[in-house]
Structure formats: structure tokens, C-alpha cells
């Protein structure tokens, strides 16, 4: 570095010489930039990828595994709570026994999909299910996505949706002891196990 810093030292003490070394700086700058920006650029998008990544609350995850025109109403792996029929939930005295839908976990916040087409028929509080989501799916077959977060509702009642539309966030409202999801089948009004029927689909539950 000793001689190329004294030659530049002592073309500095020439104007001519000046010229050359702000010349050859800003060449130097430039070559810099050229090469460092696409360095700087690559981590800044990285980040900003980063940033919109699933995990974060409430916000959509990738879509779920799906077969046909139906998916699972959770993307990825879930817990599996309590299950369709007699099933008390120890230390709730207020949730029901006869449980009549399938309860499934990822977290509070966990983007809810519904889980085949049709049209929204329910959108906010409804009966014990705290904030919920009805889709009507034809042939008598109702689902049921209930115990979301307040104000994480992203359909509205009228709304023709495909599986695999968000429709909230799974959340603890309602009659619920923890945040999680109940899903529910309903053929002709009544409830069914949801098991066999996603089961039927090419879409097994836990
Ligand atoms: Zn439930």
C-alpha cells in the first residue's frame, strides 16, 4: 500500500495530478458500487422475503394439501384435540360433551381455509362458536369453522369461495378452553363425523 499511497500523494501536490486521483476515486467508487449492489441488493430482498414468511400471526400460510376440489381447512401439521361424539373436556364445565365436530390445532392466529367451494352462509358470531364461518357446499352439506379470532374474518355471508380460501384465524372464542380450531360437518342440518367424510375425499384427519 506504501507506494501507491505516495504516488498518489504526490500527483495530489500537482492540479494535474489531482484531477487524476478524483478521476481515478470516482472510477474506484464506481467499480465498487457496481459490484457491491447486487451483494446489498440480494440480502435486502432476502429480508423483505423474510419478513412475509409464514409464522407470523394471522397472516396466510402456504395453501393446504388439497385433493380435488377439497383441502384440508389447516395448512401443515396440526394437533388433533378432541374428535366427533362423547368426549368431555376435563375442567370446562361450560364446553359440551357431545362433541359434534373435529377440533384441530396449530395455534392461535393459524390461517383457517375452507375446506371445499361453495358459499359463505355464516360470517361472525354464531351460537357458542364464537366467531365462526359457515360454507354451504350443495347436496345438503354444510362445514363449520368455529372459535376464530375477533375481527380476523376475511369472507363475508353471500361469498362464493374455492377450497382453500382464508376465511380467519384460529382463535378461542366462543365456548373453546384454548385456541383451536372445530370443524364441522353438517348433512341435512344434523352434525356428522367429519373423519369419515374428509377420509372419503382423499383427505384423512388424525
Ligand atoms: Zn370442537
Known amino acids: 500500500m506504501g507506494a501507491p499511497v505516495l504516488a498518489a500523494t504526490t500527483l495530489a501536490n500537482t492540479r494535474t495530478g489531482r484531477k487524476i486521483v478524483i478521476g481515478a476515486l470516482l472510477l474506484f467508487a464506481l467499480a465498487t458500487g457496481l459490484v457491491l449492489t447486487p451483494l446489498i441488493a440480494i440480502p435486502l430482498a432476502a429480508v423483505r422475503a ?18 380435488g376440489a377439497w383441502g384440508y381447512p389447516l395448512a401443515g401439521a396440526y394437533s388433533k384435540g378432541r374428535g366427533f361424539g362423547y368426549n368431555p373436556v376435563s375442567g370446562c364445565s361450560y364446553c359440551s360433551t357431545d362433541h359434534q365436530g373435529y377440533d384441530m390445532a396449530q395455534g392461535c392466529g393459524a390461517t383457517v381455509y375452507a375446506a371445499g367451494p361453495g358459499r359463505v352462509i355464516t360470517a361472525g358470531n354464531y351460537q357458542g362458536y364464537g366467531n365462526t364461518v ?5 347436496n345438503d352439506t354444510v362445514t363449520l369453522y368455529g372459535h376464530m379470532l375477533w375481527d380476523s374474518l376475511r369472507v363475508a355471508v353471500g361469498e362464493e369461495i374455492t377450497a382453500g380460501t382464508p376465511l380467519g384465524a384460529e382463535g378461542n372464542t366462543g365456548r373453546s378452553f384454548g385456541c383451536h380450531l372445530h ?9 356428522a363425523p367429519p373423519e369419515p367424510f374428509m377420509a372419503a375425499l382423499g383427505l384423512p384427519l388424525k
Open 50 to 67: 423474510a419478513a412475509s414468511a409464514p409464522g407470523a400471526a394471522t397472516t396466510t400460510t402456504a395453501a393446504p394439501a388439497a385433493s
Open 183 to 191: 370443524f364441522e360437518l353438517r348433512k341435512s342440518g344434523t352434525p
Open 134 to 138: 359457515r360454507i354451504d357446499h350443495g
